[in-house]
């Protein structure tokens, strides 16, 4: 069954370093999501992805974060100038369209900043 | 915006018997989708159920199903004979028709007693 791949499943990171998450979406799917979850929070979302550019985005993606396709398959999401407070679980998801269709998520980073 | 509100921290429930989460949401739409998702300890969340607000019919999957009820905004889900292997979060989500992005609850902790 296909899947969502993210890697690393966990990185540490000294604040004020740049990070890179990345994501393999679903091979056949074109909608790209990032989402993150701080330790006993909710998940929030942080940014949609369609036909090579941002679609959406929250209050929280603010220019500390970037994301990206390079290539055919991946998916990445940039922060640059970790904080503590970019300490959290982050999500990658896919969607073959928008609206109401499943988005498959992957099992996520813990990025840890230190 | 909208908004989505668990109730339930933490919820246990006895081997083979049904228990029921609950999720409420707050919106000004008259169509959306709401889902429930499912996060094993493996951190991946895991599409559960899906109900479109225009369908009066409470969706069902196997032993899950939900108590849809538009005009109280209200979206229960209910685990039917539960199994060891559906202790996990869950979480209540809700997409707007024209957007991607969902909006998700605090969660609820299910604990399946042996």
């Known amino acids: 069954e296909p899947e969502v791949t993210q890697t690393p499943s966990h990185q540490v990171t000294q604040m004020g370093q740049e990070v890179i998450l990345r994501c393999v979406p679903i091979?056949?799917?074109?909608?790209f999501y990032w989402y993150r979850q701080i330790l006993g929070q909710k998940v929030e979302f942080l940014v949609s992805?369609?036909?090579?550019?941002?679609?959406?985005k929250s209050e929280i993606f603010d220019d500390q974060f970037s994301v990206e396709r390079p290539d055919g398959s991946n998916f990445t999401l940039k922060i640059r100038s970790t904080k503590l407070e970019d300490s959290a679980m982050y999500f990658c998801?896919?969607?073959?369209?928008?609206?109401?269709?499943?988005?498959?998520f992957g099992q996520g980073t813990r990025l840890t900043v230190v | 915006a909208q908004t989505v509100t668990q109730s339930q921290p933490e919820m246990s429930v006895q081997e083979a018997e049904t228990v029921t989460l609950s999720c409420t949401y707050d919106t000004s739409e008259s169509d959306y989708y709401l889902f429930w998702y499912k996060q094993p300890p493996s951190r991946q969340m895991i599409l559960v159920i899906r109900?479109?607000?225009?369908?009066?019919q409470n969706a069902t999957e196997n032993r899950f199903s939900v108590n849809f009820q538009k005009a109280a905004k209200s979206f229960s889900l209910k685990i039917s004979d539960s199994q060891l292997g559906d202790a996990a979060m869950y979480f209540c989500?809700?997409?707007?028709?024209?957007?991607?992005?969902?909006?998700f609850g605090q969660g609820t902790r299910l604990t399946i007693n042996p």
């Open positions: 998801a896919s969607s073959a369209r928008s609206g109401g269709t499943e988005a498959f």
């Open positions: 989500a809700y997409r707007s028709l024209g957007a991607q992005k969902l909006v």
């Open positions: 109900q479109e607000a225009y369908k009066q």
């Open positions: 091979s056949n799917h074109l909608y």
């Open positions: 992805f369609y036909n090579n550019e941002i679609s959406e």
